[in-house]
């Protein structure tokens, strides 16, 4: 005799039949369907694709500011350049993004979830713009746009300066570049904007440590343990803490770390003589801002 036996899946029943959820996209995706040509984009190198890109920007009057990687590369921090980092007018920004699109071939990028949750605006607000035929997290490579306000330099600050990362023969020859005062003056007002834990802002916080350490410092691995007497007595950190001391001071003294409020150059002066460290940048909401 053959018995029909019946089971009822409930909530604590193994989860054999029931459909998994998706995996979170791990890769950069076109925003657009992309058509290469038959000459094929990707037959160039990324750098070569970047430098054709910025002087086709540069004809249609796209003013470029040097930011992030390149520019931390500039300073001294040994930075892997894997993405090209530049600030256009915000009213440019538009125009610009179809300039590339359209005139240079290049298809904008949409990062993954985890990008834009690990690096808040530096994902948020980047039109990212890929200039290699990879599109995995580890190899993909981008010329990346943001509005010039994110970083709100001042014209009196930018010079035009030799490109960095350019080919032998590059068309684009300068880009503006901030002077290194203006960086920091810069960083501190970031930080300020964003909640202590934002995510924009623990970047920024890394990102003004490597800075101090390798631009300021000069130290060749841009920290040293300040428990380690030994170390410290051999790379001489005394006497690179009084020398950062001493530019910032003179920084300071010739109006050169721009801020209406004023607040930024002592701070800036107290986190590099070790009186205080970058958490001490005051964050929004934060009551003790001054």
Known sequence: MTQ??????DEASPQILRIPPSKPRSHFEDAHPYLP???DLYASSPEDLVDKALYTLQEAGV???EWKSLLYRRMGVPVIIKDYHYLVPDDDLPRACEVLETTAGLPLSLPPPLL????GDFYAKAHMFRVSRATSLALAQHLVLYPASLAAFDAAVLTPQPRLEAPADPRCRTVLVPAPAAVYASMLRMMRAYS???STRVVLESDLSELIGYHLYGLEDGYVDVDD?????????????EDAVRTVR?????ALLEGEEGWEA???EDIVSGKRTVEDVPWAGDCFAS
């Open 116 to 119: 834009l949750k690990t690096g």
């Open 37 to 39: 040509s038959s000459s």
């Open 229 to 241: 007497e030994e170390a410290c007595e051999a790379l001489g950190v005394d006497a690179r803490v």
């Open 266 to 268: 002592g701070l800036l």
């Open 196 to 198: 202590r834990y934002a």
């Open 250 to 254: 003179e920084w300071r003294e010739g």
């Open 63 to 65: 003013q470029l500011i």
């Open 4 to 9: 029909t036996i019946t089971v009822t899946l």
